[in-house]
């Protein structure tokens, strides 16, 4: 029963999410718990009055009362003393499993209070499918174990009537009278512990595999998602699903069914063996079973709520690290690295007082269960005497009822724990399976043409209103039309908020217009294979390019993957890139840091624009490319855009208005529509929008 709210305690205060392999040592089998109990005696605390004695004692006397002589012999002390420790070990063993996760007290998560949501089994079954032979191999050896569980107790108590019988009648010698009872315990055990290690191994495997297959799965489906899912959904949750969902579901899985299949086969079981032994003893333990249960859930949902407050204090100081950390330049340029750890340190302090709080709790909740837990033992010890004294029992009976009703209690304790872990872990698939089942609005490919006519490089935006799938009331582009003549270089200015962005994203196929079209050659671009059209027609620069955590020649290869090392370098040169590169020791390998930390702005746009150079692209966007860079940067990137523009038809977004002037259109742009268009001189001459602008610029520029 303690073991029972104990692990009601664990589910509801343990440190840290219980894995498999934790689960397996604290509730599993009589080995693990004898080896977990080693590993931990050390460090739990006996109760004063140690009532292993007292057990041990009563157990003595009760057997004494039925033969006079069995105190005197060692014989019947050999037996009993170990099976006794071992129901007194797990006993121990659960209070020191409580200890352990008072003393690791970050408090684990609890779902229970959600909703399930909607779990799809048929996708469960997807992945299951493969591994279906192996999943049936571990459920049929979990079921063998848990079925030799049962018998256990049982042989136990034949065992000590063996040697009951032997210290009153004294036939034959004491060796060969229990020989055979030993060594077919024996043997159970060593066929359980094969067992236990098949359906381990086997279930590890499931669970490696299903958990591996739908990381890839999961990740094929988020990559391919369109920009829109992107901005709906933040990069950090889409994360977790791939880690830490998929982790929980993972466990989940593999406990399920092997906990799961065990403990309501023991409990069920185990309760025939308990009522086939001894009705009367039975009858008392169901009495007593709910009012513990009633007084343990009391004691639990208040840990519970202490529990939910320390976890939610520990999530609010790692959110405190984690904002100055991410953002430890801006930390640092405004000197608050105190501050920033003032803040941190009253958080873990409020965090450090809320879990000492819990701590207690769990101690006093400990302490409780440990008397109820020794008064069970002392109880059914005490009546199984009686029974014995009154020969409506056997020692081996008494020994076989406390061991049962030992597995019993952890089978209940484990089904209790199972209980919140099935919740956990349907509602971890369930978040992965939504994304599973998601399909892109446009998908990267399938069914798109690509056009057998090499491309001529024309675009037009035809009467295009767009709004944004996240801000669907916002219209950004409003009956929007434009063209961009083949090889001709076309640039968009005007205010901020402008939508000049979006066009280009229009053009990259990043979302569709709400209405209009856009058409390259004359063919509406939803009509066109996208991998094609955006790998190998449209190149795209932007204003910060963001750079992969590796060498600058992988980083440039990504434009085109098979490109040659001489391909690399030619658009690296084409791109004003090769001098600096060179001078790197390392030259073209190079590692870059993380988002190309490593490299200034002014070098990291050089290499995206060899990046995007490498693939030829027939149409060039380049959205603000220069504005974030200083003079001399400027210059040298924009020599190489003059260079890689030419030939191209090219579509340039710019803020600076001196880098556009030798555009063959200009376009001015506010509140989503072209309010001007035509060249530098052209609207310079009109004294409208643009020329505003230019003098604007000027006059800033001269400050
Ligand atoms: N991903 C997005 N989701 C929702 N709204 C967006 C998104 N991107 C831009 N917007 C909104 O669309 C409008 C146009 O943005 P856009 O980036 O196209 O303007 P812009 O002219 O390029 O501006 P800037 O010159 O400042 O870069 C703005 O009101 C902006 O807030």
Known sequence: MSQLLCSRLCVTACSRPLSFSSLCSKTGGKWKLSRWYTAHSHTSTQPPGNPFHRIWNLTQRAIHHSSSRTSKSPGLKFILGPAVLTVSARLFCRAACCEADVNNNAPEEIILKDSVPDFKWHILWEFVKPQLF?????????????????QIPLMLGDLVNVVARYLREHSGTYVNEIKGPAIKLLGLYAIQGL???????????????VAADMRKTLFASLIRQDVAFFDANKTGQLVNRLTADIQEFKSSFKLVISQGLR???QTVGCFVSLYIISPKLTGLTVVVLPCLVGAGAIIGSFLRKLSRLA????????????????NVRTVKAFAMEERELQLYAHEVDKSCEMNENLGGGIAVFQGLSNVALNCIVLGTIFAGGTLISSDEMSPGDLMSFLVASQTVQRSLASISILFGQVV?????????????????????SGGGRIPFHSLIGRVDFMNISFSYPTRPGHQVLKKFSLTLPPCKTVAIVGESG???STVASLLERFYDPTNGVVMLDGLDIRTLDLAWLRGQVIGFINQEPVL?????????????????????ISAAKQS???RFIMSFPDGYNTMVGERGVALSGGQKQRIAIARALIKNPSILVLDEATSALDAESERVVQEALDRATRGRTVLIIAHRLSTIQGADLICVMSNGRIVEAGTHLELLSKGGLYSDLIRRQRAEGQK
């Open 498 to 500: 402008g939508g000049k």
């Open 424 to 444: 956990r872990g349907m509602s971890a698939g369930a978040r992965v399976f939504e994304y599973l089942s998601l399909k892109p609005t446009i998908p990267l």
């Open 195 to 209: 067992l236990t290690t098949g359906y381990i191994i086997l279930l590890s495997r499931v669970g490696e595999r």
């Open 134 to 150: 192996a999943l049936i191999g571990a459920v049929v050896l979990a079921f063998g174990a848990a079925m030799l569980n049962i």
């Open 548 to 568: 992969f955590g590796s060498s600058i020649m992988e980083n440039i290869r990504f434009g085109k993957p098979d490109a040659t090392d001489a391909e690399v």
């Open 263 to 265: 403990s309501i086969t």
């Open 576 to 578: 004003n890139a090769h």
């Open 311 to 326: 976890q939610e204090q520990v999530a609010k100081a790692t959110e405190v690290a984690d904002e100055a950390l991410g």
